[in-house]
């Protein structure tokens, strides 16, 4: 399939310029220029938190879906990358540079771009997050071009997931499943939701290096009952209900599952009883993870389905689409016109939050597939 590889998706991509009737594209959003070349370039989570989200790295996509990479000389991206030529700039110099800035890119930016794309009359951009500096060289590269937005053709294209995007989903789902069995050890009584946290993150440095964090929601007790949050020092105390709502990517695609576990007690027959009405709800919504389905018809069904068990309507999304991002469209919302499509990637999560049985979410992945969902995530329901 085309959307499997990078130069597939950047052919599919050539077709969009086409329709577009844009000479070419300026791809600035390091995710998508992952998404159309596989070149990693400022995604790395330990780089982002220490130097800051700064952009270095531009590719332009032609309407053949050729492409050319911009970047600096200190970027570790190795090997040739198909279909995509390379032309780096010194972004480290021992006499007058460490850190390259906004005016310094623009000025290599401008002259890249003019020398490939000078005669250009109508530039795709991501007009979600081209910075002005960076608009304004390609101006001066390209004069009198015009700039047309490409970022919603773009978000579009990454509805259906190739079988690539899905491996590195399947990954990501593994990590945060071994998650929920370190959580499952440390959430005890008297444990904070920090201390739960900390062993969570441990078990995913120690499994899968330094950048394998995860992150969600760790609430127990009445910060359930608010549906999640982050993790606090307030102490797990018996017969709590905590929820584990965990996020973690894995080759820049994320997965996003959630548990609930009762600490220090059997679970009581009101929490059971939730967790049957919660499963019955998931189920509805799972029936019609087909493509065609709209994502309000999806919420429809789980939110019935709870009421049917006595819990009211959902009081939030029923779902999502997961992906480069770990929520983007298609939304399981009442008013979510758009028709699931074959491989999107999508999570279904129904939830009540009540003093009895306390705060509840439960939620799996899965690949839209025309004979019916295919399932990522494996991780019993269970509240002990």
């Known amino acids: ?24 594209a300026l791809i600035s959003n390091p995710k998508h220029i992952f998404y159309l070349s596989g070149a990693d370039t400022n995604t790395h989570p330990w780089q982002i938190l220490m130097k800051g989200p700064r952009l270095t790295s531009f590719l332009a996509v032609d309407r053949t879906g050729g492409g050319s990479l911009l970047l600096g000389t200190s970027d570790d991206v190795a090997g040739e990358i198909p279909g995509v030529a390379r032309r ?56 009198g071009a015009e700039l047309v937005g490409a970022s919603r053709a773009l978000l579009g294209m990454r509805a259906s997931k190739g079988e690539d995007e899905v491996r590195s989903v399947r990954s990501a789902t593994a990590m945060v499943e ?53 993790p606090t020092r307030r102490r797990l105390a018996r017969g709590d209900t905590i929820i584990l709502d965990l996020h973690a990517a894995s080759g820049n695609y994320w997965s996003d599952l959630c548990r609930t576990f009762v600490v220090g007690a059997p679970p009581s027959p009101e929490q059971e009883g939730a967790l049957q009405a919660l499963a019955r709800a998931k189920e509805a919504g ?36 997961v992906g480069l991002d770990d929520q983007e469209p298609p939304w399981f919302i ?25 705060g509840m979410r439960i939620e799996d992945i899965y690949v839209v597939r025309e004979g019916g969902p295919e399932k990522l995530s494996s991780s019993p329901l269970g509240l002990s």
């Not at 399939?1 to 577009?20: I, Q, S, V, W, Y």
């Not at 021992?94 to 310094?104: A, C, K, N, S």
């Not at 290599?108 to 795709?124: H, N, P, Q, T, V």
């Not at 028709?339 to 990637?345: H, I, R």
Request: charged share 30%; with cysteine.
């Open 178 to 230: 071994s998650g929920f069995a370190a959580a499952k050890a440390s959430a005890i009584e008297g444990a904070t939701e920090l201390e739960v946290y900390a062993e969570v993150d441990r078990d995913a440095f120690r499994r899968h290096g330094h950048a394998a964090w995860i992150n969600g929601d760790f609430a127990a007790g009445e910060g359930s009952l608010a549906g999640g949050g982050p």
């Open 88 to 143: 780096a700039y010194r972004d480290y110099d021992l006499q007058d540079t460490m850190v390259i800035y906004g005016d310094r890119l623009a000025e290599e930016l401008r002259r890249w771009f003019g020398e490939k794309f000078g005669r250009a009359k109508r530039i795709a951009v991501e007009d979600w997050h081209l910075p002005q500096a960076y608009s304004a060289a390609i101006g001066r590269a390209a004069p």
């Open 1 to 24: 399939m085309e959307r499997d590889t990078p130069p597939g998706r950047r052919r599919l991509f050539a077709a969009a310029l086409e329709r577009m009737d844009a000479d070419c």
């Open 334 to 358: 009442p008013g979510e016109e758009r028709e699931l499509q074959e491989g999107a990637v999508v999570v279904l999560e129904p939830g009540v939050y009540s003093p009895k049985p306390g």
């Open 286 to 321: 799972e029936r019609l993870l087909l493509p065609g389905t709209k994502g309000r018809d999806v919420y429809e069904a789980v939110s019935a389905a709870l009421e049917k068990g006595g819990f009211g309507v959902l009081p939030h999304h029923a779902g999502h689409g």
